[in-house]
């Protein structure tokens, strides 16, 4: 069965830190692979994806991520982190039906707290 | 672009009642909606899928008859919660999926949640 293992659920690091937060899939497919950060009161908004290509993919506000196959992972990448980037981050895996991503099977989110 | 809204975001209701929420896809037409449902501290887990002008498809373990979801336009997907009651309590979150693209890149726009408090 599809699923998606975000080991951490809380990390804290410090403001100009690097940060990785772990994502794990299991897949039967080639998966395509998202990151969304959701802050309160605001929806969930998408870092960056993975369908194909180059397996380190750049996304936004300076977020990276890098596919590998081998490990099944898909961790997520920020060399400096500003205190703006508190918030829940998901790991997803998106399953396909007919050549179109129908699905979304979400990790159960990684906490990150940033200290000044 | 591709902003969703959510309507209420804050909804207390009593038990027995019956509570509807709306989800609309403001600058895009989301030929697909999805409705999720996140309990405290956990992910965000898929209740149904619903097309425009078709029925929805709910995921195994969510009954059909209680949560009722309505896809009349491109724009505007409905979720009621039916007879709530205490355990119904929880984050509730849409998402649209644009009309057209490449096959495979079809990213998923979130609402904002609605937060549902059943007394």
């Known amino acids: 069965a599809q699923s998606v293992t975000q080991p951490d659920i809380h990390i804290t690091v410090s403001e100009g830190a690097s940060l990785e937060l772990r994502c794990n899939y299991s897949y039967g497919a080639t998966p395509y692979l998202f990151w969304y950060v959701q802050s309160p009161g605001q929806g969930l908004q998408l870092l960056l994806k993975?369908?194909?290509?180059?397996?380190l993919v750049q996304g936004i506000k300076g977020f990276e991520a890098e596919f590998k196959r081998s490990q099944s992972s898909f961790n997520l990448r920020k060399p400096s982190v500003h205190w703006s980037d508190a918030a829940e981050y998901f790991c997803?895996?998106?399953?396909?039906?007919?050549?179109?991503?129908?699905?979304?099977?979400f990790g159960t989110g990684t906490l990150l707290a940033v200290q000044p | 672009g591709a902003v969703v809204s959510q309507h209420p975001s804050w909804v207390i209701c009593k038990s027995g009642t019956s509570v509807k929420i709306e989800c609309r896809s403001l600058?895009?037409?989301?030929?697909?909606m999805f409705w999720y449902r996140q309990f405290p501290k956990q992910s965000l887990m898929l209740m149904a899928t619903s097309n425009e002008g078709s029925k929805a498809t709910y995921e195994q373990g969510v009954e059909k008859d209680k949560f009722l979801i309505n896809h009349a336009s491109l724009t505007l997907s409905t979720l009621t919660v039916t007879s709530a009651h205490p355990e119904d309590s929880s984050f509730y979150i849409c998402?649209?999926?644009?009309?057209?693209?490449?096959?495979?890149?079809?990213?998923?726009?979130f609402g904002p949640g609605t937060r549902l408090t059943v007394l």
């Open positions: 600058d895009f037409q989301a030929t697909t």
């Open positions: 993975y369908f194909s290509g180059d397996t």
């Open positions: 997803a895996v998106g399953m396909v039906d007919g050549g179109a991503t129908n699905k979304l099977i």
């Open positions: 998402s649209g999926k644009r009309f057209g693209g490449l096959a495979g890149n079809n990213e998923q726009f």
